[in-house]
C-alpha cells in the first residue's frame, strides 16, 4: 500500500519561506516520478512542481519558478518543496503525488494514482 505523508506546513508572513516535506512508503521510491500540486479553496487542484525518478529532471508552474525548488533524498524516500519568497498568492492546500512515468504541468490529475493527505500553507500580507 503506497502511502504518502506530508508535513512542513503553516502560517507565514509574504516574503517569508517553508520547506514542505512527503514522505513515501510501500513502494520502490527510486521508480517513480514525484510532485507537488495545490488547491485553493474553490478552485481546482493544479500543477506546482515535479521531479523526475532520477532526480535528473524538474519541473516547475511558471508562477512559482525562481523561487519554489523540489529535491528529493532516496536514502529517506523524501521529496521537498522549498518555498522561498512567499506571497498570499501560494495559499493553499499543498498536496503531494506520485506516479510512474512522466509527471509535469501537462499531466492529468485524474493519471494519478496517489496522493497524500494535504498540508495547509497561509501566507499573510
Known amino acids: 500500500q503506497v502511502q504518502l505523508v506530508e508535513s512542513g506546513g503553516g502560517l507565514v508572513q509574504a516574503s517569508d519561506s517553508l520547506r514542505l516535506s512527503c514522505a513515501a512508503s510501500?513502494?520502490?521510491?527510486?521508480?517513480?516520478?514525484m510532485g507537488w500540486f495545490r488547491q485553493a479553496p474553490g478552485k481546482e487542484r493544479k500543477f506546482v512542481a515535479a521531479?523526475?525518478?532520477?532526480?535528473?529532471?524538474?519541473y516547475y508552474a511558471d508562477s512559482v519558478k525562481g523561487r519554489f525548488t523540489i529535491s528529493r533524498v532516496y536514502t529517506n524516500n523524501t521529496v521537498y518543496l522549498q518555498m522561498n519568497h512567499l506571497k498570499p498568492a501560494d495559499t493553499a492546500v499543498y498536496y503531494c503525488?506520485?506516479?510512474?512515468?512522466?509527471?509535469?504541468?501537462?499531466?492529468?490529475?485524474?493519471?494519478?494514482?496517489?496522493w497524500g493527505q494535504g498540508t495547509q500553507v497561509t501566507v499573510s500580507s
Open positions: 503525488a506520485i506516479k510512474a512515468g512522466l509527471l509535469n504541468s501537462e499531466t492529468d490529475i485524474d493519471a494519478i494514482p496517489y
Open positions: 521531479i523526475t525518478e532520477n532526480g535528473y529532471y524538474t
Open positions: 510501500g513502494h520502490t521510491f527510486n521508480r517513480y516520478a
